[in-house]
């Protein structure tokens, strides 16, 4: 039942976004800047940038349990507590598993952090653009189906994003990993530039670079009128940062929305639904119900982004009934929910390097290298598809002796001697969204909203095992060409879902009959809706995928008011 305490008046607006992380925050910006009334419906509470970030200046020591997780809480979130962030200093901004049930018909990590500004404060701020060579991965080889845009479509996009966000990088001129809008690099060790030389020097089509960040390392103009500056280097960005020294919807979109006046943010909002008008053809709202008092209020525009992330957009879509679209909002193709996809994270390799040992590093630095994608880039060169990137990290160990007692330890402890260097890298390798990988609704079990519980059906295939071999067999040449020693290689076999980069679902298309999504990314068969977030994502590639969302909103947002402009949504 609608809340009739507000007039319906008071509840219509030229535009709904739904969620506030990294996509739905860009959406409020520019559509705000543009002019338009605009809501925003967070099903998390608020959070205000700078006040509302309790740990953010916390000393080690007060921590009650020195940053560890009492096993209490870990019991309430088994599945969020096998995340690299989820620790005493920030696990106010993660979900409790049990609160927010889901079904694994196999094994998935949902990793979620419902607030304003979403996962945006907890995101790895590893930003690189795609290529051509992306986009085009799907019908070289036939998996998935085909991109309805390429490089040049969202190019100028990435630009216009990249000077707002921050960019810190260097200018490569990499074809398959385009170069952006970059503030200065901050050092890559010693050892990270011999390995960037060596492999130089030994692969034509292989590099090592800086990994490009969401940092101010350089802070222009437009960054101080946002209220941010430098990055202090701290490296305790989950706890939210103070200094905005990293992006963040709180940090930066929602506050630049809110200067404008046309911004109205309604936390503890769970959207249960989007309205569909059968006599109009068109979406004319949603209906969301109160996280605190469980009450349901519709609300009205011309215009609907969804920007839940990817689960959630796929649930809302999918839970989105009504006589014309029984089986989901947009869905006459039927594969809304289907063809789901993610980031293969699980396989490492370590070693040691016993050179360089007259330097060292000294203070935090917010990234490390990367190693951008070298396999089946150009053509199919191995027996699996697609390809993988890695990370590289490198460090000097340090130790000191604990022997003795009184002065003797106490001096022992002050005095650290240098190791030798260490060396490591994950593989961020590109999953085949299938069929098979689907999201469904429960029909019999709901939520405490009344939210159908979702099903999550993904897994690992035999692709993604001769992945994870290539990559160690790759890995573990150039290590042992470059000199480093003690090699190690790992296979986590953690469950999909702990990469926390979930696409597909409502994936864009040129046909109808087999996507969600146009190449606005707008639903063919719903013009005043669409969807920004990882839901519309084709295929994977290998790139951390948030700089992506945020150029294909800016740029949706951009064609929409046009539509509006033109009286055609």
Not at 37 to 56: A, C, I, Q, S
Not at 242 to 248: C, D, E, T
Not at 254 to 261: I, N, Q, S, V
Not at 414 to 422: A, D, K, L, T
Request: proline fraction near 4%.
């Amino acid at each position: 039942m609608a809340n009739i305490n507000i007039s319906a008046q008071d509840r219509t607006f030229d535009a709904i976004v739904i969620g506030s992380g990294i996509s739905g925050g860009w959406a409020a910006k520019e559509f705000t800047e543009k002019g338009l009334k605009t809501l925003v419906l967070e099903r998390g509470r608020d959070v205000k940038h700078l006040k509302d970030y309790p740990t953010t200046n916390k000393y080690p020591w007060e921590f009650p349990h020195g940053g560890q997780i009492p096993e209490a809480i870990k019991e309430e979130a088994p599945v969020v507590s096998r995340c690299y962030a989820f620790k005493e200093d920030a696990m106010h901004f993660f979900v409790k598993d049990k609160e927010h049930p889901y079904e694994q018909d196999k094994p998935f990590d949902w990793i979620r952090g419902y607030q304003v500004g979403g996962k945006s404060l907890l995101w790895a701020r590893q930003t690189q653009r795609w290529s051509d060579y992306d986009f085009e991965g799907p019908a070289r080889d036939g998996f998935a189906v085909d991109w309805p845009i390429r490089y040049a479509d969202i190019a100028p996009w990435y630009s216009y994003v990249e000077k707002f966000v921050g960019i810190s990088g260097n200018k490569d001129g990499i074809d398959n990993l385009p170069d952006g809008e970059f503030l200065p690099p901050l050092e890559m060790t010693a050892v990270e530039q011999y390995f960037q030389k060596f492999v130089k020097d030994n692969y034509k089509d292989r590099h090592v670079i800086y990994g490009r960040c969401a940092h101010l390392t350089e802070p222009q103009k437009i960054h101080i009128e946002q209220g941010r500056v430098q990055c202090q280097k701290r490296n305790l960005c989950q706890r939210g940062c103070p200094f905005g020294g990293y992006f963040s919807s709180n940090s930066s979109t929602l506050p630049w929305a809110e200067k404008t006046g046309n911004l109205t943010l309604r936390p503890h909002s769970v959207v249960h639904s989007i309205i569909y008008d059968e006599k109009k053809g068109k979406a004319t709202g949603v209906r969301v119900v109160d996280a605190k008092t469980k009450e349901m209020t519709e609300y009205y525009a011309r215009v609907i982004f969804v920007n839940a992330s990817a689960i959630n957009s796929n649930l809302l879509l999918l839970n989105s009934t009504s006589s014309r679209f029984p089986n989901g909002l947009g869905n006459d193709s039927g594969v809304l929910g289907k063809y789901f996809a993610f980031h293969n994270y699980r396989a490492t390799i370590y070693a040691d390097h016993d050179g360089h040992m007259d330097v060292t590093t000294d203070g935090r630095r917010p990234t490390s290298a990367y190693i951008p994608r070298f396999r089946n880039v150009k053509k199919q060169e191995t027996d699996f598809l697609r390809g993988y990137a890695a990370g590289f990290d490198t460090g000097r160990r340090k130790w000191n002796s604990h022997d003795g007692v009184g002065k003797s330890l106490k001096d022992n402890l002050f005095n650290e001697e240098m190791g030798n260097w260490y060396v490591g890298s994950h593989m961020m390798g590109e999953t085949i969204p299938k069929e098979i990988s689907q999201l469904t609704l429960d029909k019999d079990k709901k939520d405490e909203w009344g939210m159908p519980v979702i099903h999550v059906n993904i897994g690992y295939d035999d692709n993604d095992e001769k992945m994870v071999k290539d990559f160690h067999e790759q890995m573990t040449e150039m290590y042992t060409k470059a000199g480093f020693t003690n090699i190690r290689t790992g296979d986590s076999k953690q469950a999909p879902g702990l990469d926390i980069h979930e696409m597909g679902g409502a994936r864009m298309g040129k046909d109808p009959k087999t996507s969600v999504l146009n190449k606005w990314n707008q639903l063919h068969d719903v013009n005043n809706v669409f969807v920004t977030d990882g839901a519309c994502m084709t295929s994977t590639s290998t790139q951390n995928p948030s700089l992506t969302y945020m150029a294909l909103t800016a740029r949706a947002v951009d064609y929409a008011v046009s539509q509006m402009k033109k009286g055609e949504i």
